[in-house]
């Protein structure tokens, strides 16, 4: 047995070693299932991109509804209000989703609601102004992202 095949021998049972290692001790082989298991926005990719989605045209469908407000028009009141109490749950969703957090599910939840009211306010203008429609859209997308989480 030359030098290169003993060092190939080696490296073979080595990793045999490893495997059975891994096998008999179920703490290891936990760690070892964890670090193949995805973690942060590849674990909540939906969640995820839906909630940014949703932050964006969040953000259009107020800039939207500050214009008409401020015309003296109060018919988009209500949309401002969902609107506004929605952005703040999606950027949280978002964050949350990043880091992997145990807290996501929770504030997912709540998020949900936020959103189905705010695409239940935005519906009414949805016909009208394609900011409200963009809102609405993806209000339900995050909504039901957010109940899968």
């Known amino acids: 047995m030359n ?3 003993a060092l190939k021998t080696t490296a073979a049972a080595g ?3 490893s495997f059975a290692a891994l096998a008999a001790d179920p703490v290891k082989a936990d760690a070892a299932k964890a670090a193949t298991k995805p973690s942060g926005i590849a674990a909540h990719k939906d969640v995820y991109e839906a909630a940014l ?3 964006r045209a969040g953000q259009e469908c ?3 509804c500050v214009r008409s407000l401020s015309t ?3 018919m988009m009141a209500e949309c401002a209000g969902t ?3 929605m952005l703040p749950l999606c950027a949280a969703v978002a964050e949350l989703s990043m ?3 145990a807290h996501l599910k929770a504030l997912a939840a709540v998020c949900a609601k936020a959103c189905r009211d705010c695409e239940a306010a935005c519906k009414k203008h949805s016909g009208h102004h394609a900011e409200c429609k963009a809102c609405m859209e993806s209000c339900a997308k995050c909504a039901a992202a957010c109940e899968k989480a």
């Open 3 to 5: 030098r290169r095949d």
């Open 15 to 17: 990793a045999v070693l």
């Open 53 to 55: 989605a949703c932050v």
């Open 62 to 64: 107020l800039d939207h």
């Open 72 to 74: 003296g028009d109060k």
């Open 83 to 85: 609107v506004r109490a």
């Open 99 to 101: 880091l992997d957090s």
